[in-house]
C-alpha cells in the first residue's frame, strides 16, 4: 500500500440573497489505520481488545449541500436559520467489533472481545437543522441557540441471516449508532446575572452487539425500559462580579436521570459545580 493517496476537496458559497447564503461541497477522505488497532493487544473493562494486522485502510467520500438564512426582527433580534443535507459513503469502513478472535482454551472470556475489522461498504445520509438568534425581552438579553440532526447510516453489503447474528437489531442500520439527536440552549441576562438551561437529546441505540445483552446483566432490562431515548437538562446561574470576574453555579443532569452514552457506561447522577473565573 503507498504511504499517501491524494484527495480531493472541494466547496463553493453562493450569496443569493442579502442575507441568504448556498453552499455546496464535496470531499474525499483516506485513513490508516492506527498502530493501536493492528499491532496491539490491550483491555478495556474487563474486555480484551485484539489487535488485526490484516487490516485494510478505509476510504471515503462525502457531499453536502445546504442554506443560512439570516434573519432580523426589529431592532432588538437577530439571528439565523442554517439547513443542510450530507451523503458519505465509504469502502472497507474500519468498526469495532465483538466476536470470538482470542485462543478460547488460554484467553479470557474464551477468546471473546473485540477487534477492529472492515465491515465493507457502507453509506450515511442524514440532514441538519440549526437555529441561533438573540435579541432583548424589555431589559432582559436572551440568547437561543437549538440543532437537530438525524442520520441514516446502512451497510452497502447487508445480510440478514448473517448480520443479525451477532446485534440487536434486525433492521439494516449500523452499530452503535443514534438516528436523531437535539440540542438546545437558552440564557437570559439581566444586569448581573444570567441564567441558562441546556437540553440534550438522544434517541435509543438501536444497533448493539448482542454479547451486552446477554452477558451483561441488566443491560437488555435497561434498553427495554428506556426505549424513547435520553433527554438531559443542565442548568447554570452567572453572576458577573466585575469585568474580569465572575462566579457560577452548574447543575448537571439537574432532572437527575439515569441515562448511558453507550451500553454499560452509565452517566453521573445529579452534580454541582461551583467555578470561579478571573481573567487577567
Not at 185 to 212: H, L, P, Q, W
Not at 214 to 223: D, E, F, M, N, V
Request: charged share 20%.
Amino acid at each position: 500500500t503507498l504511504p499517501f493517496r491524494p484527495v480531493l476537496r472541494a466547496g463553493l458559497t453562493y450569496r443569493v440573497g442579502e442575507a441568504t447564503f448556498l453552499r455546496v461541497s464535496y470531499g474525499q477522505g483516506y485513513r490508516f489505520p492506527a498502530i493501536a488497532e493492528k499491532h496491539i493487544r490491550t483491555a478495556a473493562a474487563g474486555l480484551e481488545v485484539y489487535p488485526n494486522p490484516n487490516l485494510k485502510p478505509e476510504s471515503g467520500q462525502s457531499a453536502e449541500i445546504g442554506i443560512k438564512q439570516g434573519v432580523r426582527i426589529g431592532n432588538n433580534w437577530k439571528g439565523y436559520a442554517d439547513g443542510s443535507i450530507y451523503w458519505m459513503q465509504y469502502s472497507d469502513m474500519m468498526e469495532f467489533t465483538f466476536g470470538q478472535y482470542g485462543n478460547p482454551m488460554i484467553d479470557p472470556l474464551f477468546g471473546l472481545g473485540f477487534k477492529s475489522i472492515n465491515i465493507g461498504s457502507t453509506r450515511i445520509r442524514g440532514l441538519d437543522f440549526s437555529v441561533m438568534g438573540e435579541g432583548k425581552v424589555g431589559k432582559v438579553g436572551l440568547m437561543l441557540l437549538a440543532g437537530y440532526t438525524y442520520i441514516d447510516p446502512v451497510s452497502l453489503r447487508w445480510n440478514p441471516a448473517k448480520d443479525t447474528l451477532f446485534q440487536t437489531s434486525t433492521e439494516n442500520i449500523l452499530k452503535y449508532r443514534y438516528r436523531h439527536i437535539a440540542k438546545f440552549d437558552c440564557e437570559a441576562t439581566y444586569k448581573k446575572f444570567s441564567f441558562g438551561v441546556s437540553m440534550r437529546y438522544n434517541s435509543r441505540m438501536e444497533n448493539i452487539d448482542k454479547f451486552f445483552e446477554q452477558a451483561l446483566p441488566g443491560i437488555k432490562a435497561y434498553r427495554d425500559r428506556f426505549q424513547k431515548g435520553d433527554l438531559v437538562f443542565d442548568t447554570r446561574i452567572i453572576f458577573q462580579l466585575t469585568e474580569r470576574t465572575r462566579i457560577s453555579l452548574i447543575t448537571n443532569n439537574i432532572l437527575n436521570r439515569e441515562y448511558t452514552s453507550r451500553p454499560a457506561d452509565v452517566q453521573p447522577p445529579r452534580n454541582f459545580v461551583f467555578q470561579a473565573l478571573l481573567k487577567f
